[in-house]
Antibody, heavy 119, light 112 residues
Framework: QLHLQESGPGLVKSSETLSLTCSVS??????????WGWVRQPPGTGLEWIAN???????YYNPSLKSRVTISIDTSKNQFSLKLNSVTAADTATYYC???????????WGQGTMVTVSS | QSALTQPASVSGSPGQSITISCTGT?????????VSWYQHHPGKAPKLMIY???IRPSGVSNRFSGSKSGNTASLTISGLQAEDEADYYC????????????FGGGTSLTVL
């Protein structure tokens, strides 16, 4: 049974870089043929897709965030990561990592981690 | 503003059926069979209920079904139960601008 766990700082200063890691257990990040992605939910609003990476390394980004986002895979550690540059208060959200059976079908989710951007 | 349009709220009584719509364009819902539906209870991770328009993942009740007509996808929940009360989001693959994924704005389901 695949299990995902987000980790990273809960507080990031405005204009700095938000870095999150998703550790994958119960399966190989390169063996399952899955998409790996990040989704966030700002307080009081809906879900927002951030980025996906295929196990082969192909990446897909939300056009509204693309200039600030990098998603990557570390196969040696069986984890994938998100970096979001130049954060503002608008980036305050619960961030989820997820595993998809296809590009938009996330079947397995992490528990989510709340990140607050402070000024 | 979300690329996919959902009603803000729907409601139904236990045992009834409800349908939530998700309207997009030919660049997303209408052009591809990559439409998913998620159930989201506050404080929990979203749960995939339907993918590829009509497919139910293992373990999801057959009271949940998906369909699509033109640029609009729909999620139908039959035999409403109290535990179905949650927020529901659709998503779709889109080739508008660059290939990516979009979510709908979400629909709050109230079981009366």
């Amino acid at each position: 049974q695949l299990h995902l766990q987000e980790s990273g700082p809960g507080l990031v200063k405005s204009s700095e870089t938000l870095s999150l890691t998703c550790s994958v257990s119960g399966g190989s990040i390169i063996g399952s043929g899955s998409y790996w992605g990040w989704v966030r939910q700002p307080p009081g609003t809906g879900l927002e897709w951030i980025a996906n990476i295929f196990y082969s390394g192909s990446t897909y980004y939300n056009p509204s965030l693309k200039s600030r986002v990098t998603i990557s895979i570390d196969t040696s550690k069986n984890q994938f990561s998100l970096k979001l540059n130049s954060v503002t208060a608008a980036d305050t959200a619960t961030y989820y990592c997820a595993s998809g059976v296809n590009i938009d079908a996330f079947a397995i989710w992490g528990q989510g981690t709340m990140v607050t951007v402070s000024s | 503003q979300s690329a996919l349009t959902q009603p803000a709220s729907v409601s139904g009584s236990p045992g009834q059926s409800i349908t939530i719509s998700c309207t997009g364009t030919i660049s997303d819902v209408g052009g591809y069979n990559y439409v998913s539906w998620y159930q989201h209870h506050p404080g929990k991770a979203p749960k995939l209920m339907i993918y590829d328009v009509t497919i139910r993942p293992s373990g999801v009740s057959n009271r949940f079904s998906g369909s699509k007509s033109g640029n609009t996808a729909s999620l139908t929940i039959s035999g409403l139960q109290a535990e179905d009360e949650a927020d529901y989001y659709c998503s779709s693959y889109t080739t508008s601008a660059t290939p990516h994924v979009v979510f709908g704005g979400g629909t709050s389901l109230t079981v009366l």
